[in-house]
């Protein structure tokens, strides 16, 4: 884009933004891209008042001035960066600022971070124009004489997201003094595809085949290099669960997916007494190795479970590294 003569302006996202100076440096990475020439990075607001200024630019017959900011995450959530902010921006014949931030009525329920309210939005007087991130769906409005575009993003993120609009990005048009004309440009997502499964559906003596199975039968409706979510719900039994190797079904599919996903939140294991207990990922060995002992505590008495205290720490001492064991 640089060579094709097209400039690049960029702001910082959750991803990319360290949260303080102590990590990366303080630096984001869109800096790089910055020293090498490639780019014009927004940084975070900075004075007092914070202030913008712009980048005035020649498009055609045109003028253009860009201005913007990269958000500070180490505030409060809540807290509306554009309430109070100063700008430098000279009159020219269209007027944007580019930023990431949150705005009200558009929050997902699970985004965190500076949120900014339309009244703010409203009291941007020299701005024609807001760009902003962070929300995943597009949207195009007015509040006041401030048109506001959130791109939203190219690529869903998450497989909640398969059951909203597709993924895009925004085309805008500066057609006059006044008139902008947006319109949201659709992208081809990665394929996805949740496939659920009850313990009910697997073969007791080969449950690790029956996922298998399960996950290439609904492949071809689904397209290449797929995203695959397997959901595992029910009461399992001990033994089947010894049987159930999920990392060797991962193995098996690995010419034929992406990525295989497991959400495993609905499985339980069945106690020899009956009574089933949940059983989620675990994520870790040491994670395991104390789940384990806690088990193991359940079945003893109290003497033996205050020796086993003694042999946890023992254990967990030579996982952690330390062969001596606890002083």
């Known amino acids: 884009m640089r060579d094709g003569g097209i400039p690049v302006f960029a702001a910082a996202g959750n991803h990319d933004s360290p949260r303080s100076r102590t990590e990366e440096g303080g630096y984001c990475a869109l800096e790089v891209y910055e020293e090498a020439g490639l780019l014009h990075f927004l940084p975070e607001l900075s004075g007092d008042p914070p202030t913008v200024k712009a980048t005035v630019l020649q498009v055609g017959e045109q003028t253009v001035a860009i201005a913007g900011f990269s958000p500070n995450l180490a505030l409060r959530e809540n807290e509306d960066l554009l309430a109070g902010l100063a700008y430098e921006v000279p009159p020219v014949d269209l007027r944007v600022l580019v930023t990431h931030v949150l705005v009200e009525g558009w929050v997902h329920p699970d985004a965190q971070g500076p949120i900014t309210r339309p ?191 003694e042999v946890e720490q023992e254990i967990l001492a030579v996982y952690d590294g330390d062969t001596r064991g606890p002083t």
């Open 119 to 309: 009244s703010s939005l409203e009291a941007l007087r020299d701005i024609d124009l807001v760009i902003a991130g962070d929300l995943h769906d597009f949207h195009s409005t007015r509040f006041g004489g401030v048109r506001v575009v959130v791109p939203g993003s190219t690529e869903w993120m998450d497989y909640r997201e398969m059951a909203g609009a597709p993924p895009g990005f925004a085309d805008i048009q500066f057609e006059a003094p006044g008139q902008l004309k947006v319109q949201h440009i659709e992208t081809a997502p990665q394929a996805r595809k949740v496939i659920e499964l009850s313990v009910s559906d697997l073969d007791p003596s080969d449950p690790t085949a029956s996922v298998v199975s399960a996950i290439e039968r609904a492949l071809p409706e689904v397209g290449s290099d797929p995203l695959v979510l397997l959901r595992l719900e029910g009461v399992i039994e001990r033994d089947v669960m010894g049987r159930l190797d999920l990392v060797q079904a991962a193995d098996q599919l690995r010419d034929r997916l992406s990525h295989l996903d497991l959400d495993l939140a609905g499985l339980q294991l069945r106690r020899e007494r009956g009574v089933a207990a949940p059983r989620g990922i675990r994520r870790t060995l040491r994670d395991e190795l104390l789940g384990s002992i806690s088990e193991l505590a359940g079945d003893l008495d109290e003497a033996d479970q205050a020796a086993l205290a």
